[in-house]
């Protein structure tokens, strides 16, 4: 969309999320390029609107657009594929570590799309992509996902999450149960050098900053501090500094992992990421479920912000995130639906819902459960902070980013309207969204992806399935193989105090 460009929605319902929380009745938004220039009544006679295009939304909502604060692409193509597990072995089937065969550029294209076209119909018009590959990284397989963020016409950061240790060293107790036949196997198994990863990410910043007319760009990320070197995370924080770019880490999502802190580093991961340096206001730190008291004044201290991931951390088994200790500490938080496979859909609203519901059978006092306000605050302005723009993206007001949903209020969810942001987060499912905005640019309208053909994409998407269902049969196979010994290491962990308890049951007898 050119910066001349104009477009005016009339008659909406304006929920501008701003600082005052403001609601106006039958108002206007002028968007001239991809910034809002104006809220308010009559806008059709401000002279900028001459020529505009102008969509009427009397009887909508119009909201700044969800933010998938945390998702991995890659297990687009897994839905309902794998079995229920806590992550430790469901990563054996997810992420197979012995798997020495890269995907075609053209299918991490196609499955891209497959949760873009989900967002987009639901009203999210911005995603975080941790996007890892198996079994490693290359300019052709991670130019195939950007490109699909371009040309779906989402706003999209994305990394280049990429373990760099042996597979049994990103786990306690792993190497003494391995046999040594499968470990040596992982030793040969494909895995590149942090020159060669950083290498890759000198590219990749390169050549995908401010894509797709500004909206798609790089971020960095190391999947967890336990999967690389100490050199490399330290490496990739002068990265996320040197260009202003987030980082996104996984830590503590697990019990396992807070065993594997002590027992590794004989410290809590937070605190080992703290000692090397890399806690800034950059850092998106997934999940930190396992963290106790003195991990969140760290976080709180250094400045990031958490993305919490409640549908996959049931799924998985992981635990009950702290949800109002860490806002207690000042800890930014922001939702995320994670992956396909651990959520089983890419939809914002179902992780609000799930927010609003969760943290309630962990906090007797109900003066303490999350709000609905609160949640949408997560949701839309956490968001925007996790992906750096906090200050443009998020509000419905001149000078911010034009990402709009336009729902209907003449649905089942909100009829009658009582209160907009505890029907949004309790009642909404996404299927009152008729409008997605990007940019300025209408993307979604009336039921129809208007950037790409989305029948033919769902076709391809069948047909490479085909291909694709090959390799997850020799990944059955070969995490089969392994999965006892995975067994015994998970419930070693399980049965071992480590001075809190996440799980909403008891702990381990």
Same mark, same amino acid.
């Given at each position: 969309m050119t910066q001349e460009s104009a477009l005016l929605i009339t008659g909406a319902k304006v929920v501008t999320m701003d600082a005052d929380d403001t609601i106006l009745d039958d108002s206007d938004i002028l968007i001239l390029g991809d910034n809002i220039a104006a809220v308010g009544k009559n806008l059709a006679n401000d002279p900028r609107a001459a020529g505009a295009i102008v969509k009427n939304a009397a009887g909508h909502m119009a909201i700044p657009g969800l933010v998938n604060g945390h998702h991995h692409s890659p297990g687009n193509f897994m839905r309902g594929a794998i079995n229920d597990y806590p992550l430790e072995v469901f990563m054996l089937?997810?992420?197979?570590?012995?798997?020495?065969?890269?995907?075609?550029?053209?299918?991490?294209?196609?499955?891209?799309?497959?949760?873009?076209?989900?967002?987009?119909?639901?009203?999210?018009?911005?995603?975080?992509?941790?996007?890892?590959?198996?079994?490693?990284?290359?300019?052709?397989?991670?130019?195939?996902?950007?490109?699909?963020?371009? /040309?779906?016409?989402?706003?999209?950061?994305?990394?280049? /999450?990429?373990?760099?240790?042996?597979?049994?060293?990103?786990?306690?107790?792993?190497?003494?149960?391995?046999?040594?036949?499968?470990?040596?196997?992982?030793?040969?198994?494909?895995?590149?050098?942090? /020159?060669?990863?950083?290498?890759?990410?000198?590219?990749?910043?390169?050549?995908?900053?401010?894509?797709?007319?500004?909206?798609?760009?790089?971020?960095?990320?190391?999947?967890?501090?336990?999967?690389?070197?100490?050199?490399?995370?330290?490496?990739?924080?002068?990265?996320?500094?040197?260009?202003?770019?987030?980082?996104?880490?996984?830590?503590?999502?697990?019990?396992?992992?807070?065993?594997?802190?002590?027992?590794?580093?004989?410290?809590?991961?937070?605190?080992?990421?703290?000692?090397?340096?890399?806690?800034?206001?950059?850092?998106?730190?997934?999940?930190?479920?396992?963290?106790?008291?003195?991990?969140?004044?760290?976080?709180?201290?250094?400045?990031?912000?958490?993305?919490?991931?409640?549908?996959?951390?049931?799924?998985?088994?992981?635990?009950?995130?702290?949800?109002?200790?860490?806002?207690?500490?000042?800890?930014?938080?922001?939702?995320?639906?994670?992956?396909?496979?651990? /959520?089983?859909?890419?939809?914002?609203w179902n992780v609000a819902k799930l927010t609003g519901l969760v943290h309630k059978i962990t906090m007797p006092d109900y003066r303490d459960w999350p709000t609905a306000k609160e949640i949408l605050h997560c949701l839309v302005h956490g968001g925007a902070r996790v992906l750096g723009k906090q200050d443009c993206l998020g509000v419905l007001a001149p000078g911010y980013l034009a990402d709009i949903a336009l729902v209907d209020l003449n649905t089942l969810s909100f009829t009658p309207l009582n209160d907009v942001y505890r029907q949004m987060v309790f009642s909404e499912n996404g299927s009152s969204v008729r409008t997605t905005i990007v940019a300025g640019r209408i993307v979604y309208d009336d039921g129809k992806i208007l950037t790409v053909d989305e029948e033919a994409i769902k076709a391809e998407a069948r047909e490479l399935a085909r291909e694709y269902t090959s390799t997850l049969a020799q990944s059955d196979e070969a995490a089969a193989v392994l999965e006892p010994y995975y067994r015994k290491m998970y419930l070693r962990c399980a049965k071992t105090n480590v001075g809190m308890n996440r799980w909403a049951g008891p702990e381990w007898p």
């Open positions: 089937y997810e992420v197979p570590p012995l798997s020495d065969k890269p995907l075609s550029p053209r299918l991490n294209y196609v499955r891209t799309m497959l949760s873009s076209l989900e967002m987009l119909r639901n009203g999210t018009t911005a995603v975080f992509d941790d996007a890892f590959y198996v079994p490693v990284p290359t300019d052709e397989s991670i130019n195939g996902i950007m490109q699909s963020y371009v /040309d779906v016409g989402i706003r999209a950061a994305a990394t280049l /999450d990429q373990p760099l240790v042996v597979e049994y060293d990103k786990y306690p107790y792993l190497r003494e149960l391995l046999p040594p036949e499968q470990r040596q196997a992982m030793e040969q198994a494909p895995r590149l050098t942090p /020159d060669e990863m950083l290498a890759l990410y000198k590219t990749f910043i390169h050549r995908w900053t401010e894509a797709g007319d500004g909206r798609v760009s790089p971020a960095v990320s190391c999947s967890a501090p336990q999967r690389v070197p100490p050199e490399y995370f330290v490496a990739l924080s002068h990265l996320s500094a040197e260009h202003n770019i987030p980082y996104a880490v996984h830590i503590l999502e697990t019990k396992l992992q807070r065993v594997l802190g002590r027992e590794k580093f004989g410290k809590s991961l937070i605190q080992y990421v703290n000692d090397l340096g890399c806690i800034d206001k950059r850092m998106e730190i997934i999940h930190a479920i396992w963290i106790d008291e003195q991990d969140m004044d760290v976080m709180a201290s250094g400045g990031c912000t958490v993305s919490h991931q409640p549908l996959c951390n049931l799924r998985l088994g992981s635990g009950i995130m702290p949800f109002r200790r860490m806002r207690n500490h000042g800890i930014p938080i922001c939702l995320g639906t994670d992956e396909s496979c651990t /959520d089983d859909a890419v939809n914002m």
